[in-house]
């Protein structure tokens, strides 16, 4: 068995998680959100950020709680505006445009990010266009999903730039634990620059689900049907509310995540000190080494990980994603196994 | 805090459950399905029915394995005859009309079951109407919502009926344990009945999950990519597989739902002996008795139910719901408070 | 050739309408409703009912606009009740779920019109649902499908009654014309007791065509894309403005309609001569004779109309539907062959 | 007034459209195009191409045609290709997204058609993206937006690779007489070399209205309905079909097109001789000179038309759009000006 560096998502969960199902197992309690751990959690959640409970939805998957949200946020005929390396853009099957909206993508540079240039751009080009509809919603990711970081700074310029574009901004946080570790960001800090966002604990450290917030109120009305009617919602709700009520209690959730980044870090001195560069500089838990093809064959003899990008015919680049779960010793493991290749 | 019988997913899930999810907590996996115990679990059940292992798939929500699976059957407008009391009617908000699909409802008998003279009634009736489109699905829920269970026979007839007049059949197994267990049915004689069924876990022992069966291999493709883009298909596919492994791996699954048959068997027995009656007659984990006001009243004091329908001034119909996890001591303790009430 | 009493869109359109077309033919003008004529047809209707231009729109065809209209005005999840007679209920495909929205039906009098004692008995059923979620729009048809007529008292009524319960209230229009002229009814009088309704006039001496109301302008935001994202823009879109400017520009409109009335009348009078009764007392340009078998089929030979409903083994109730464009010499006709019959 | 070059659409309709609306408007004919005019509009058009009548479908407005054709031919999860400057991409206000569809947008020359080595480019991009869903129809405009046109020998090529990918080839064919005099190209081949395609009339002389043909008999199933469910069926058909039946009857809709391509031709002459560029190649009645800022404003003061693409700081690109309407006086007017001025 090779040991993976393919995702954040191959091991189960966190065990404080796992103790706390099975001491309130036999426990009866009410269906459908309205469970005391749910209740806790989402108190633990809104009293971080300073808004109300009802503001707080758990979701078991990520492209549910994208299409949700969108669906929540938008009227029928509003666009989206995302990088093209967005997860919405092409790897959830179309889950945006099965709701019925169109998005517009960005290019963006290799992080991934988008920034007020990128905009600017686009909104240039649109101004040619006849009869084309203004887009309403920015999604961004933070990580991205070429591992880029937004920091509050790049928040409140990009915040700032919908606004006086009439454009929510949406912030999809499969993995916000990574970005936030990384960058300092506190949920406080993305509730005030952003419309809607979540919080990912499928990729650090939960079983699944996904905490949306809407960061006022009134974006938030009847959602909890459309929840239902959805298929979202859970009847054991509880299972939802139990893992964020461990990951938000105290720290866990950030603790997981600053986990995650070292390992990746430790990962991405080793590679840079051996000599090789980067897709774009590592700063969260996923990390884009250029590798010469004869080393990433070799190394794929023992590790798993993706091939992201054949950069030339020489030279790939190669996808590394740590996680929580990550042991230590494998990551010095693929640190000396590379050494030991070059 | 009182005891319930208000439904059947007050508790978390079979230990059997946890403890395989405990032991394979740090094993690395492949996510979306692809992991070891969901290829077991899905072997398990292919193997029970006789079908191709790719008919079959967990998804965590009634709710959403009823909309997937509309949507995949069905044209866009193509209408579903259903019950009025149907689970897809009117407590899933809405959720198969947002996916496009007109809901015909027939009304049945007490317990809630579709037979051959309702639909003879229907067609009938829309042989007037100028322009109606022909529907082209038939939705049971065995047992249904009221309760009553389809046997075999029932089964035969129908699916022949729905053969002569174009409907597929589709069955909701939310409750399908305990319509096997009252019945005899087999999951071989339900795949051979019906087009496609769904066998659920959360109100039998699971912590979340149906599995969803496609009883043709050509009603199933692309149902993977559909799953996907509605946000239905958890990254940590193994927390669904193992439930399912568990519970198919021997019979697991029927020794829940006879435990919980047995249970309201015991408080139907006493109900009756106490002279009371019931909207339909008890055969399955949920049952009706009609009791005066104030013994429903004072027996509301120690237990949770609802109150399911007037009947009179003094009397109602109340609804008692037992599961795998309803405690022998619980049921004695409200037979005696009954006795004494009475 | 038979003589039609089938329906009232058997013809062409009113030859001023023709006239205007071939008039303005060669005239060069704006697309997409720009036009002189739309702007001066919007102006018309604006200044009869006391509202914004704005808030007036043309699209081609009746379930076209029953959609666009309840598409703006819901939110995914909200409900619809209608009479089961509705014209969204059976004969439009399953428009309105196709975009989203469930229908609940309500049983009436034979007359088609919903009265509060309707919805009373409706919302006293619902409160024993569990779940089930509150409708938000009450959809009305004026005259319904069934000939009946709702007077500015039953819209009073049906609007206060809405406002208590959260209720949009939308009137289909499709045969208004009739219904104004049989009731005295204004658009003045529909605008203030409804939240949007549509003035047909396919059926009322246009080629194709209903106007569009949203009564408050809040309701209007942003349906101009909406219509043109479904579709239901003409790029010519002066074919509809000189269709609605030559109906509104006096009250073409509201004579074409008395005619067809008048017809009717002539009709329901002589019938009820004969000694032969009605599904429902006959007010509007669509009459329910229950006549004998062997009448009916004699009278069949001749002229074309729909069976409706059969009452007994000997006893049919037709439809007899007239137009601003049914000959009075066809009227006499049916009426002497019907006295020589009988 | 200005004369305009702004759009095929600014007039009415041709002459013998409105004589035979007049010579026909009191007939009783049936509704929702089965009337005789449609059912000769469906003859002739079947015959020149050797399909079945059924696989023809007359609809009001090209987007709605385009919808309603994709809806049918795409399972819900299916993607769309299509051209950036493709009529679907930005100016049908997200109607393709709107019923669930991803569109991938291609970059094309200057033209806007699409060649095999632009899909080739795009297949061998996406196969570096995990997860990605394959597309299932490869949309194309002939013209296209930019006035290009497909020959029969493109044609050939295109539906051959589509047929290599598994992709469906669907033509929007708004200005298919501009592309068929154009080239040559016959119905017949169309429908060769396509899988469905429409044929418009609303810029070729009609009021409105788009023929929408589906080149084999199963894929045409269940359309019908599809059209009334979204609201797309005339009930008085007989305006589509009139207008098809005079454009088919014989060779008019050739005839019209063959003026706007030979008011096109004078133009472009015109400007080609007074030493200006275009940019694409002119070859149907749309054309695209690169002007001096300053020819072009003065052009402006008489002639409406779009700037389309900024060049430099000194000259724009600009569409002159014909129509079997145009003029040749103006056409001349024009081109006398435009000497004047260099």
Same mark, same amino acid.
């Given at each position: 068995?090779?040991?993976?560096?393919?995702?954040?998502?191959?091991?189960?969960?966190?065990?404080?998680?796992?103790?706390?199902?099975?001491?309130?197992?036999?426990? @009866?309690?009410? %269906?459908?959100?309205?469970? @005391?751990?749910?209740?806790?959690?989402?108190?633990?959640?809104?009293?971080?950020?300073?808004?109300? #409970?009802?503001?707080?939805h758990f979701i078991s998957v990520g492209t549910q709680t994208n299409l949700l949200a969108l669906s929540?946020?938008?009227?029928?005929?509003?666009?989206? &505006?995302?990088?093209?390396?967005?997860?919405i853009?092409?790897?959830e099957a179309?889950a945006i445009?099965a709701i019925?909206?169109?998005?517009?993508?960005?290019?963006? @540079?290799?992080? %991934?990010? &988008?920034?007020?240039?990128?905009?600017?751009?686009?909104? *240039?080009?649109?101004? #040619?266009?006849?009869?084309? /509809?203004?887009?309403?919603?920015?999604?961004?990711?933070?990580?991205?999903?070429?591992?880029?970081?937004?920091?509050?700074?790049?928040? @409140? /310029?990009?915040?700032?730039?919908?606004?006086?574009?009439?454009?929510?901004?949406?912030?999809?946080?499969a $993995?916000?634990?990574?970005?936030?570790?990384?960058?300092?960001?506190?949920?406080?800090?993305?509730?005030?620059?952003?419309?809607?966002?979540y919080?990912?604990?499928t990729?650090?450290?939960?079983?699944m689900g996904e905490?949306l917030?809407?960061?006022?109120?009134?974006?938030?009305? *009847?959602?909890?049907?459309l929840q239902?009617?959805r298929g979202a919602t859970l009847?054991?709700? $509880?299972?939802? %509310?139990? =893992?964020?009520?461990?990951?938000? $209690?105290?720290?866990?959730?950030?603790?997981?995540?600053?986990?995650?980044?070292?390992?990746?870090?430790?990962?991405?001195?080793?590679?840079?000190?051996? %000599?090789?560069?980067?897709?774009?500089?590592?700063?969260?838990? =996923? &990390?884009?080494?250029?590798?010469?093809?004869?080393?990433?064959?070799?190394?794929?003899?023992?590790?798993?990980?993706?091939?992201?990008?054949?950069?030339?015919?020489?030279?790939?680049?190669?996808?590394?994603?740590?996680?929580?779960?990550?042991? #230590?010793?494998?990551?010095?493991?693929?640190? #000396?196994?590379?050494?030991?290749?070059?």
């Amino acid at each position: 068995m090779k040991i993976s560096f393919k995702n954040d998502y191959s091991e189960g969960c966190h065990p404080a998680i796992l103790q706390k199902i099975m001491d309130s197992n036999m426990e @009866q309690d009410e %269906g459908y959100g309205m469970d @005391q751990y749910s209740r806790d959690a989402r108190r633990f959640i809104s009293e971080k950020i300073g808004i109300n #409970e009802e503001q707080i939805h758990f979701i078991s998957v990520g492209t549910q709680t994208n299409l949700l949200a969108l669906s929540a946020l938008l009227k029928p005929y509003e666009y989206v &505006i995302a990088a093209e390396s967005g997860h919405i853009v092409y790897v959830e099957a179309g889950a945006i445009e099965a709701i019925g909206h169109k998005i517009i993508h960005l290019h963006t @540079q290799p992080d %991934g990010k &988008i920034r007020t240039e990128d905009l600017d751009v686009f909104f *240039g080009k649109m101004s #040619e266009i006849h009869n084309i /509809q203004i887009p309403r919603l920015l999604y961004i990711s933070n990580t991205t999903e070429l591992g880029g970081v937004y920091s509050k700074e790049d928040l @409140q /310029q990009l915040f700032a730039y919908c606004k006086r574009k009439n454009l929510l901004l949406y912030m999809d946080g499969a $993995r916000l634990g990574s970005a936030m570790t990384a960058s300092g960001l506190t949920l406080k800090d993305i509730a005030t620059y952003t419309d809607a966002f979540y919080i990912g604990a499928t990729k650090n450290g939960g079983m699944m689900g996904e905490a949306l917030v809407f960061c006022r109120p009134e974006l938030n009305e *009847g959602f909890s049907i459309l929840q239902k009617q959805r298929g979202a919602t859970l009847a054991k709700g $509880r299972f939802l %509310g139990i =893992q964020f009520a461990e990951l938000f $209690r105290d720290d866990l959730y950030l603790q997981l995540a600053e986990h995650a980044n070292k390992m990746a870090t430790i990962l991405a001195d080793a590679i840079h000190a051996a %000599g090789f560069d980067f897709l774009s500089v590592p700063v969260s838990n =996923q &990390i884009f080494p250029i590798l010469p093809n004869i080393v990433m064959d070799r190394l794929a003899e023992r590790y798993a990980f993706y091939p992201w990008k054949k950069i030339d015919s020489d030279f790939t680049a190669i996808r590394l994603i740590t996680s929580w779960a990550t042991k #230590e010793e494998n990551v010095h493991a693929f640190v #000396e196994d590379l050494q030991s290749l070059t």
